[in-house]
């Protein structure tokens, strides 16, 4: 399917803005590129749904329903699989917190030989980025085919656990959300994992000055991720 002429998803349970769609179709350029990217919108401007989005785009269009991995803070967890369960009803969401023995028997709905079809126990694994760490033996032993970052400025920067740990979990890409601007990050990531980034909100200044946070309309297919 050409993306950058497709609709939104059959499946997903929302009407798309145009600049939402545009968005996208610009995830999902970077995905059929191999390459991870930042959606770096202001807040209110449906970052949420447009990844929610792209995951029912790989489901609907190319087969893929996960393992989907979703991190962000533990305050918005519960948000987060409200939003899925609200715009894919067709997603079994496993919200991934407790105490040790609860999370241990959570882990067992991913794998199988159902995994990334429709009938898998689970296609959105929601978490926290402690949770990760904590349990980071074990979930980096799946094979994630997608992974939304949200709230990406927790991560902080290159040398922090937390990014050293994201980095070695197995998935196919990775998808930032932030509404802090790129530029006022007080630390940035090294060149080599310098991602595309887009952005839907109000030009700042300086903006086009950092190739970081030009948007990015069609990715070349030989840049390097």
């Not at 609709?7 to 995830?27: D, V």
């Not at 991913?110 to 429709?118: A, F, K, L, V, Y």
């Not at 196919?172 to 839907?200: D, E, F, K, M, Y």
Request: aromatic share 8%; hydrophobic share 35%; net charge positive.
């Amino acid at each position: 399917m050409d993306v950058d002429k497709s609709e939104q998803p059959k499946m997903l349970n929302a009407t798309l803005k145009h600049y939402q769609l545009e968005g996208l179709r610009w995830i999902a350029n970077l995905y059929n590129n191999g390459i991870n990217g930042i959606l770096a919108d202001e807040m209110g401007l449906g970052k949420t749904v447009q990844s929610i989005a792209l995951l029912a785009h790989l489901a609907e269009n190319k087969n893929l329903w996960g393992p989907f991995l979703v991190a962000a803070p533990t305050s918005t967890l519960p948000n987060w699989c409200n939003e899925l369960k609200k715009f894919i009803p067709d997603f079994n969401v496993i919200p991934y917190w407790g105490s040790q023995d609860e999370r241990k028997t959570l882990r067992q709905a991913i794998g199988g030989n159902e995994q990334s079809t429709r009938d898998a126990a689970c296609h959105v694994f929601v978490t926290s980025y402690d949770l990760l760490l904590k349990d980071e033996k074990y979930l980096n032993r799946i094979k994630w085919q997608y992974m939304v970052l949200d709230e990406a400025q927790a991560i902080k920067n290159s040398s922090s656990l937390r990014w050293k740990a994201l980095l070695g979990f197995k998935c196919r890409n990775r998808l930032l959300l932030t509404g802090t601007p790129v530029q006022n990050c007080p630390t940035r990531p090294p060149i080599s994992h310098r991602w595309p980034a887009r952005s839907n909100g109000p030009e700042r200044p300086g903006a086009n000055d950092d190739p970081t946070t030009v948007p990015i309309e069609a990715p070349r297919a030989n840049e390097a991720m």
